[in-house]
């Protein structure tokens, strides 16, 4: 089996290098699950600011100048033609020829171009790329945020105005809070705040805390609900098992980050009951998306890492062989989509690379298990 290392240099990143930069500028917005490029695809904020983090982070870790200047391209980009001058936030999506397509503020796509901005920033110390994160934290904080009833609202026009369908994709039910972003709102704050530790961020993420234990995580059955109105009753019954093992070692992240002890007291019993929750064996018999594997690697890694948990370890190296076997391809590069049940053929229906197909999920569970073998020993247990 592939080392997280070699998974990461070999198969991932050199996927994104070779085949996604537009020569219009920018990136493709798709290339599909059979590997053809589709120029008159728009451009999401979230692909671009995902290959932004992506490429931010494994510079700051491997030191290889190509990934700085991928970086660098998607940093220009993001401020250049999705960044708002007039009213902030970022736009949704762009025309290829890099226009803006879609003007409104999901914030969402707002959280994961602080996530890479910031990332940014840390790897690089540049300082425009920390002061644009700063302002998009404000953004999000000034409009988004619930002053009655806590929490943060899902989208709004470009003006920062209502918005009626606050969807994140088609598959969302139109509810003004969702588990989703409240997730991707908490781990971009988390890595701003390694670098700009501002007494109101503090405050946000451990808000964002207590709004994961208090009102997002069911306490009957340790799955976390995922839409709610504005009064935080949960609307939909629906379980996202991914979410569940991705939530717990980014909790867990944020609470560290912090260095709170007494936060830390209240997190990590949560954190392993979600894990202990989150009904392993069903990735390998039901449709599961490349994601959901890459989460529960690190997901479970996590907690073998800072509890011993023998059973969880093997759980990642269960899920990892996974990754090696079926969801890599191993001609063209990068992991596909899904694959089918039970043979386990790859899906290729689904992008290769595309709105939501992007180098995060699973670089970043590369990334974590490499910055992680200076306490285990990693080539023993997933090489």
């Given at each position: 089996?592939?080392?997280?290392?070699?998974?990461?240099?070999?198969?991932?990143?050199?996927?994104?290098?070779?085949?996604?930069?537009?020569?219009?500028?920018?990136?493709?917005?798709?290339?599909?699950?059979?590997?053809?490029?589709?120029?008159?695809?728009?451009?999401?904020?979230?692909?671009?600011?995902?290959?932004?983090?992506?490429?931010?982070?494994?510079?700051?870790?491997?030191?290889?100048?190509?990934?700085?200047?991928?970086?660098?391209?998607?940093?220009?980009?993001?401020?250049?033609?999705?960044?708002?001058?007039?009213?902030?936030?970022?736009?949704?999506?762009?025309?290829?020829?890099?226009?803006?397509?879609?003007?409104?503020?999901?914030?969402?796509?707002?959280?994961?171009?602080?996530?890479?901005?910031?990332?940014?920033?840390?790897?690089?110390?540049?300082?425009?790329?920390?002061?644009?994160?700063?302002?998009?934290?404000?953004?999000?904080?000034?409009?988004?945020?619930?002053?009655?009833?806590?929490?943060?609202?899902?989208?709004?026009?470009?003006?920062?105005?209502?918005?009626?369908?606050?969807?994140?994709?088609?598959?969302?039910?139109?509810?003004?809070?969702?588990?989703?972003?409240?997730?991707?709102?908490?781990?971009?704050?988390?890595?701003?705040?390694?670098?700009?530790?501002?007494?109101?961020?503090?405050?946000?993420?451990?808000?964002?805390?207590?709004?994961?234990?208090?009102?997002i995580l069911d306490p009957q059955t340790f799955h976390l609900r995922l839409f709610f109105?504005?009064?935080?009753?949960?609307?939909?019954?629906?379980?996202?098992?991914?979410?569940?093992?991705?939530?717990?070692?980014?909790?867990?992240?944020?609470?560290?980050?912090?260095?709170?002890?007494?936060?830390?007291?209240?997190?990590?019993?949560?954190?392993?009951?979600?894990?202990?929750?989150?009904?392993?064996?069903?990735?390998?018999?039901?449709?599961?998306?490349?994601?959901?594997?890459?989460?529960?690697?690190?997901?479970?890694?996590?907690?073998?890492?800072?509890?011993?948990?023998?059973?969880?370890?093997?759980?990642?190296?269960?899920?990892?062989?996974?990754?090696?076997?079926?969801?890599?391809?191993?001609?063209?590069?990068?992991?596909?989509?899904?694959?089918?049940?039970?043979?386990?053929?790859?899906?290729?229906?689904?992008?290769?690379?595309?709105?939501?197909?992007?180098?995060?999920?699973?670089?970043?569970?590369?990334?974590?298990?490499?910055?992680?073998?200076?306490?285990?020993?990693?080539?023993?247990?997933?090489?």
């Open positions: 089996m592939l080392t997280p290392q070699s998974m990461l240099v070999e198969h991932i990143l050199p996927f994104w290098m070779m085949r996604m930069p537009d020569p219009r500028g920018g990136f493709y917005g798709r290339i599909d699950g059979h590997g053809v490029i589709h120029p008159e695809a728009e451009k999401g904020a979230i692909l671009n600011a995902r290959i932004l983090w992506t490429f931010a982070a494994a510079y700051r870790l491997l030191g290889t100048p190509a990934y700085l200047d991928m970086a660098t391209r998607a940093k220009r980009a993001l401020l250049d033609d999705f960044f708002d001058p007039e009213y902030g936030g970022v736009f949704w999506s762009l025309n290829p020829d890099g226009t803006p397509r879609d003007t409104k503020k999901q914030i969402y796509a707002v959280g994961f171009a602080i996530y890479g901005l910031s990332e940014y920033a840390r790897a690089t110390g540049d300082e425009e790329a920390l002061a644009h994160a700063v302002k998009l934290f404000f953004d999000i904080e000034n409009h988004s945020f619930d002053t009655e009833k806590n929490g943060y609202f899902e989208a709004f026009t470009r003006e920062w105005g209502e918005i009626a369908d606050m969807r994140l994709s088609d598959k969302d039910a139109n509810e003004h809070k969702t588990m989703n972003t409240h997730l991707h709102i908490l781990e971009p704050y988390t890595n701003l705040y390694r670098i700009w530790p501002d007494a109101r961020l503090r405050a946000a993420i451990r808000n964002l805390i207590s709004i994961f234990i208090d009102k109105d504005d009064d935080w009753n949960s609307i939909v019954e629906r379980t996202s098992y991914g979410h569940d093992i991705e939530a717990s070692w980014l909790l867990h992240e944020a609470a560290l980050v912090l260095d709170d002890k007494p936060l830390l007291t209240r997190v990590e019993p949560v954190v392993r009951s979600i894990a202990q929750h989150a009904e392993f064996e069903r990735l390998f018999t039901q449709p599961s998306q490349w994601w959901e594997f890459a989460e529960t690697v690190v997901g479970f890694y996590n907690i073998w890492q800072y509890w011993g948990d023998k059973e969880s370890l093997q759980k990642a190296q269960k899920a990892w062989d996974f990754v090696c076997t079926y969801l890599l391809d191993k001609e063209q590069g990068e992991w596909y989509w899904a694959v089918h049940y039970p043979d386990y053929s790859p899906d290729l229906t689904e992008d290769k690379a595309g709105f939501w197909k992007c180098p995060y999920h699973n670089g970043r569970a590369c990334m974590e298990l490499i910055q992680r073998q200076d306490s285990v020993i990693l080539g023993s247990c997933l090489s």
